[in-house]
């Protein structure tokens, strides 16, 4: 059962554009929001985290946005680039010390 | 310096057989994972030991069994391999009870 529920499973967003995946969970225990970015052959990396006490965070061109009366988080790049092209995957994470991802959305940023 | 290095990052084998995957960490978190990407790209956890004591094992077949021998080591044996083990192996790491993961580059299993 897939604790955290994501999507677009892809998109295609033209460069400088604006790429929004969103993700929505159910455990109201999750206290920690993390958005991971993965390119192919290497390991999910860190990209931006959020805990439920702010509505959103920003840094650089990756804004945060959290809703917790509607359970819903979501990523939004700003003036898309092509090595932005990747696979994100949003998170969450509770007391029991285990992070559960989202399926993963594949992002490809047109020149 | 790599912080969370995994050997090797290909492995390819028979059904059957009985392979180990390594995991080291440079950061001194208290906390390592093993999680398992399949081909939907989906991230699985399977086992986590803080400080060498186990503390999340998923609903995984017995024939995995994660073995820590400090807390900067976690490695992962699989025995009697299967078709259906071939995918991404993840080790990572974390501070105990906040932050996030730091993840190594990945062993990619592949049974034949």
């Known amino acids: 059962q897939q604790q955290v529920k994501q999507s677009p499973q892809s998109l295609i967003v033209q460069k400088g554009g604006i790429s929004i995946i969103n993700c929505a969970y159910e455990?109201?225990?999750?206290?920690?929001f993390p958005w991971y970015q993965q390119f192919p052959g290497k390991g999910p990396a860190l990209l931006i985290a959020?805990?439920?006490?702010?509505s959103e965070k920003k840094e650089g061109r990756f804004t945060i946005s959290f809703n917790k009366s509607a359970k819903q988080f979501s990523l939004h790049i700003m003036d898309s680039q092509p090595g932005d092209s990747a696979t994100y995957f949003c998170?969450?994470?509770?007391?029991?010390?285990?992070?559960?991802f989202g399926a993963g959305t594949t992002v490809t940023v047109r020149a | 310096d790599t912080a969370v290095s995994q050997t090797p990052k290909y492995l390819v084998t028979q059904m059957g057989n009985d392979k180990s995957i390594k995991c080291e960490q440079n950061?001194?978190?208290?906390?390592m994972y093993w999680y398992k990407q399949d081909s939907k790209k989906f991230l699985k956890i399977m086992f986590s030991?803080?400080?060498?004591?186990?503390?999340i094992n998923e609903t995984v077949p017995n024939r995995f069994s994660p073995k820590s021998p400090d807390k900067a080591h976690l490695n992962l044996h699989i025995n009697s391999l299967e078709l259906g083990d071939s995918a991404v192996y993840f080790c990572?790491?974390?501070?105990?009870?906040?932050?996030?993961?730091?993840f190594g580059s990945g062993t990619r299993l592949t049974v034949v």
């Open positions: 959020i805990r439920p006490d702010v």
């Open positions: 030991y803080n400080n060498k004591e186990l503390i």
């Open positions: 950061l001194g978190h208290d906390t």
């Open positions: 990572a790491s974390s501070p105990l009870d906040r932050g996030g993961y730091t």
């Open positions: 455990n109201t225990a999750f206290d920690y």
């Open positions: 998170a969450a994470k509770g007391n029991d010390y285990k992070l559960s």
